[in-house]
């Protein structure tokens, strides 16, 4: 079992940044495919940024804007969002997939105000 908290949402207007953070309760070992994922009032849940076997891929909406990386002594991953924009209003979550397991974070609202 692995629990995943994230921290870092809030409230910023259009073309700030913020930085999320979702820390894993232990250390992963082997072959893990880590994300974050959004959610829009009313919406469906999308991806945002996959890491997966070596590879990372961004959704088209926020290429050049976000950035994704990972602290390994931390045990935590980060979603840097930079020229935000209100469109990326969103609940954001982190995810992580080892095996045929799949572990949520609880979500942390982002709100960007034009």
Do not use: H
């Not at 999320?20 to 999308?46: F, H």
């Amino acid at each position: 079992q692995v629990q995943l908290v994230e921290s870092g949402g809030g409230l910023v207007q259009a073309g700030g940044s913020l930085r999320l953070s979702c820390t894993a309760s232990r250390r992963i070992v082997g072959n893990v495919d880590m994300a974050w994922y959004r959610q829009a009032p009313g919406k469906q849940r999308e991806l945002v940024v996959i890491i997966s076997g070596g590879s990372t891929n961004y959704a088209d909406s926020v290429k050049g804007r976000f950035t994704i990386s990972r602290d390994y002594a931390k045990n935590t991953m980060y979603l840097q969002m930079n020229s935000l924009k209100a469109e990326d209003t969103a609940v954001y979550y982190c995810n992580y997939q080892i095996g045929s397991s799949v572990y949520w974070g609880q979500g942390t609202q982002v709100t960007v105000s034009s």
